[in-house]
């Protein structure tokens, strides 16, 4: 039976799913790990299930070799090693959407909050103060509102955006199809010139690493205000602070941060800490319970029919097969390099040890072959070792 480990907090609904799957080796731990951690913690575990603070390198995943599948209760999937989970055979799932609204609405509640001060006003009205004054405070319609990345999340904050009557450009690196009365920016320094609040919605990792720095803080308007849920690399920390302090900008909204504690002991440290126009909040965005009782039960369906029937349908790092239950009596699950005759000796094999092969799926995706294989008798061990050791094979197994 498999084990499988689930980190971070993950949604009750996600284990409920599993058992009533028939999993029963659940193991389930509150915070992320450390990568030096994963390899006692994932010992044994054939799949593991985290949100966006585990970081699965390669290095770990060579110390992981009996891992099929990582689920990411989240959106994004940087923080996995997508291409060397594909090499070693891993398929990496996620929740595509589950999320979206609950960052929406927060980034549209942000942008009211700042554009009003309120961030300022809470502190003072804290510290007793009463400072009751219009000064500086605007409504949000009629403001421009800046999207960077116009995906999924983006193009639902331009939606909610427009209900309160503000006008919205986007900057994306692909060309999308506006929504609404959504209007692209030629430029990403159009689009910050041109915005009263700007809001980033990028994935992670190199390609967005340090997007937003001084030269392009200082393209925006002193009024504005810059909103950040996406991933704390994409905005330069230190130029930030720097033009916040300065006052070259009016304010900023933070879900997320360059380095952020591994669990609530550890102590959140920003140079941004105590700064009264600014909202600082620990990776909240998609922190709803509407939000991650959907992700739970969506990303354990996912792991469910990979490790019950192989079947990939939406993981992010591999070739997809659409899901179909088991079509007779076993099913070989066979992960290989994407190079000519693999196929073809693989079903020699198989009828050389007198099997009829009932039904077979077989996907690529880059450099990595996948197909399963469905026989209507049991499988010779024998057979098993002789397609593990063809040459281009990755991983091969009973599921
Ligand atoms: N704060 C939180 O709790 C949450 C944060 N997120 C983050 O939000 C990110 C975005 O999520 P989705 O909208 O669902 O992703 P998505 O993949 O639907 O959209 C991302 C968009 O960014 C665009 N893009 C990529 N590189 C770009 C660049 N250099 N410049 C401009 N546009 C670029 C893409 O073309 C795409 O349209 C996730 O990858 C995740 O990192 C997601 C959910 C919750
Ligand atoms: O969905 C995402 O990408 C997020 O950033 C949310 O991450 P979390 O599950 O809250 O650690």
């Not at 966006?52 to 290095?59: F, L, P």
């Not at 320094?189 to 990028?202: G, K, N, Q, R």
Request: include cysteine; aromatic fraction near 4%.
């Amino acid at each position: 039976m498999s084990r499988i480990v689930l980190l971070e907090k993950i949604h009750r609904s996600a284990a409920d799913h599993l058992k009533a799957a028939g999993f029963t080796d659940i193991v389930q731990l509150p915070t992320a790990l450390k990568p030096e951690e994963l390899p006692a913690a994932l010992d044994g575990a054939d799949a593991v299930g985290i949100r966006s603070a585990t970081q699965i390198r390669a290095a770990s995943l060579e110390k992981l070799s009996r891992l099929k599948a990582i689920g990411c209760f989240c959106i994004g999937t940087n923080q996995v090693d997508l291409t060397a989970a594909a090499a070693k055979g891993v398929p990496v799932f996620n929740a595509p959407f589950s999320n979206t609204r609950s960052v929406a609405e927060l980034v549209i509640a942000q942008a009211i909050l700042l554009l009003r001060r309120i961030p300022e006003k809470n502190m003072r009205t804290h510290r007793g103060q009463w400072d009751k004054s219009a000064a500086g405070a605007y409504e949000v319609r009629n403001k421009t509102l800046g999207i960077i990345g116009y995906g999924n999340i983006g193009a639902q904050v331009g939606i909610l955006a427009e209900a309160v009557g503000m006008r919205v450009n986007y900057y994306d690196v692909e060309s999308k199809l506006p929504l609404g009365n959504a209007r692209p920016a030629a430029s990403l320094d159009e689009l910050l010139a041109s915005a009263d609040v700007v809001t980033l919605h990028v994935p992670g990792g190199s390609s967005t690493e340090n997007m937003i720095t001084a030269p392009r803080l200082a393209v925006m308007k002193p009024s504005a205000v810059l909103i950040n849920a996406s991933r704390g690399g994409v905005v330069d920390i230190d130029a930030l602070d720097a033009a916040l302090r300065e006052k070259r900008i009016a304010g900023a909204a933070l879900d997320v941060f360059p380095k952020e504690p591994n669990n609530d002991k550890e102590e959140f440290i920003s140079p941004l800490r105590g700064l009264d126009n600014v909202i600082l909040t620990p990776h909240i965005g998609g922190s709803t319970e509407e939000a991650q009782e959907n992700i739970g039960r969506e990303v354990a369906e996912k792991l469910v029919r990979f490790l019950k029937a192989g079947t990939t349908r939406w993981a992010v790092n591999f070739p997809e097969i659409r899901h179909v239950e088991k079509e007779a009596q076993s099913r070989v699950l066979n992960v290989h390099r994407n190079e000519p005759g693999v196929i073809a000796r693989m079903n020699a094999d198989f009828a050389q040890a007198g099997l009829n092969i009932v039904a077979q799926h077989l996907q690529t995706k880059g450099a990595i072959g996948y197909v399963l294989t469905d026989v209507d008798a049991p499988i010779p061990p024998a057979l098993l070792q002789k397609l593990r050791a063809e040459p281009a094979t990755i991983r091969c197994e009973l599921v």
